[in-house]
C-alpha cells in the first residue's frame, strides 16, 4: 500500500463523504492523480466502516463535515425537487404521445402519479382484521390502480 500525499487523502475522503462508492473512488483517482490504489486502501478512509476505524481525526472531521454539507446542498440540485421531476416527465409524456408510444406514455403517467404520492396508491385493508385497530394499519395491501379522470371516457375517440 504506497503512502499518499495529503491532497489524494483528503479527495478520497470528501467523495466517499459523498456516497461515491470505493470503486468509483478508486478510478476517479487514477484519472484525477494517475496514482493507482486498491479498493481495500480506499475503504480504510471512509470511518464508517470497520476499516477505516483508525482514521485520524482530521480525516473524520473532513469527512462528517463534507456529508453534512453535501446532504444540505442536495436540495439544491434540480432533480431532487418534485417539481422539477414532473415537468420533466410531463415533457416526455407529451413527447411520447406524439410519437404514439402509448405503452411508454402510460408507464409515464404512472411514474407522474407514483411521483405526487397517493393519487395512485388505492389501498385496502384485509377483512379479517377490525376497522380502526392499529392491526389493520401494519396489514394494508396496498394496490396500484390508474383511475381515470373525471368526466374523460375511457377510449379515446378516433
Known sequence: MAALK???KSFIVQALA??????????AVKNEY???????????HDPTKSAGKGLAVKWVTLFHDTRKRFREETAE??????????????????????MRNLALTAQLYE???KEVGDVYVNRRLEP?????SQADQQHAVAE?????????PATPYL
Open 18 to 27: 459523498c456516497f461515491d462508492t470505493p470503486s468509483q473512488v478508486v478510478e
Open 77 to 98: 440540485i434540480p432533480i431532487a425537487n418534485r417539481a422539477y421531476r414532473l415537468r420533466g416527465l410531463g415533457r416526455m409524456a407529451e413527447k411520447a404521445e406524439s
Open 144 to 152: 396500484y390502480t390508474l383511475e381515470p379522470d373525471e368526466n374523460v
Open 128 to 132: 379479517e382484521k377490525p376497522l380502526g
Open 34 to 44: 494517475g496514482v493507482v490504489v486498491s479498493r481495500q486502501q480506499v475503504e480504510t
Open 6 to 8: 495529503n491532497e489524494v
Open 111 to 113: 411514474q407522474a402519479a
